[in-house]
């Protein structure tokens, strides 16, 4: 993993765009079940006080620790993005996250009563429409942007993924993915502004290939996956008989074996939701800068581990 960058104009208050924090205009809970524990799972998104940023508190342990969500607290991108501070962790945070962030709000803490946050539909719709029920409340203190001055590079030679922000005037980001697939090959997804979010990426779905279903069953893992919070890509053939156990195992309705494509219990939002998904996840990973930024984001093969080391590089990059 390598990263580039090049020198830079000191940050101070000259470089700094003015705006108004924002928190919820009140709290809302939701409940669903753990993508991986499967567990009955509540969460309460609360308003919180000026420059207190996004905290994640685990109600159901002694004393209810709170987590920073901040990019240097993230333990785990295997699965998803996993946060952790002392004894205390908290997975399946990006889709919360990043609709935090898209509708502006810069303070909140979230509790929870268990190790994951829902995965609910498996997008960033539910919590966006809950967002827009409880309306968003303008606070005192300023916001502070942090404007790109230069091109910022994080690279992983071994996966191809490159995650490169350039100097733009806004916020700004194109997603593009390339499996070795014959279902899933090249798409690109781009996002020119956050007021585009809750319309044109809010709903895209997680996905994945029904390789990674088994090796996660046979982990223990996705105990609460189903087709109404993934898709699933079925891209080599099976019997009928071993795709119908795996859909046993899911909840899902049985398949016709001979038929490749995409397993899902609603159509496809988009014929690029994949692409659109990922660029999802990367704005839940950057909400963990901790800081807004004025800039493009050009995200080659991305994914959580070096959606995190790129969010820890712009971190770096704004606060040393």
């Known amino acids: ?5 090049v020198p830079r104009t000191p940050f101070s ?4 765009y003015m705006a108004k924090q924002n928190t919820l205009g009140a709290p809302f809970t939701l409940q669903g079940k753990g993508l991986h524990t499967g567990l009955k799972l509540t969460v309460t998104f609360c308003p919180a006080p000026e420059n207190h940023g996004y905290k994640i508190q685990r109600i159901d342990l002694p004393g209810q620790p709170i987590i920073d969500a901040v990019a240097e607290n993230v333990i785990d991108t295997q699965r998803g993005t996993v946060l952790g501070q002392g004894e205390a962790r908290c997975s399946t945070v990006e ?3 990043a609709a935090l962030f898209a509708l502006g709000v810069d303070n909140c803490l ?10 609910l539909d498996g997008s960033a719709e539910i919590y966006v429409e809950h967002i827009r029920k409880v309306g968003i409340m303008s606070q005192k203190a300023n916001r502070d942007y942090y404007p790109i001055t230069h091109k910022i590079e994080v690279r992983d030679e071994k996966t191809g993924s490159v995650m490169t922000i350039l100097p733009d005037d806004q916020f700004s980001i194109t997603a593009m993915i390339a499996f ?9 997804s781009t996002l020119e502004s956050l007021d585009d979010f809750e ?11 029904v390789r990674e279903v088994e090796m996660m069953l046979a982990a223990g893992l996705i105990r609460g996956g189903d087709l109404d919070n993934a898709i699933v890509i079925y891209e080599t053939p099976k019997s009928q008989e071993e795709l119908d156990q795996l859909a046993d195992r899911i909840g899902a309705p049985h398949h016709d074996a001979t038929e490749l494509g995409f397993l899902q219990t609603k159509p496809l939002m988009w014929d690029n939701e994949p692409a659109r998904h990922k660029l999802l996840d990367i704005i ?3 909400a963990l800068v901790g800081h807004r930024i004025k800039g ?3 995200a080659t093969r991305p994914g959580h581990t070096i959606n995190n080391k790129f969010a820890r590089a712009l971190r770096k990059e704004i606060f040393s």
């Open 1 to 5: 993993m390598t990263h580039k960058t």
């Open 13 to 16: 208050s000259e470089t700094v």
């Open 95 to 97: 889709h919360a996250m």
């Open 110 to 119: 979230i509790q929870v009563d268990g190790p994951e946050v829902p995965i």
């Open 180 to 188: 070795n697939s014959k279902v899933l090959n090249n798409q690109f």
């Open 199 to 209: 319309r044109e990426i809010a709903p895209a779905r997680t996905f994945c290939f």
């Open 284 to 286: 839940g990973d950057m």
């Open 296 to 298: 493009r984001i050009i």
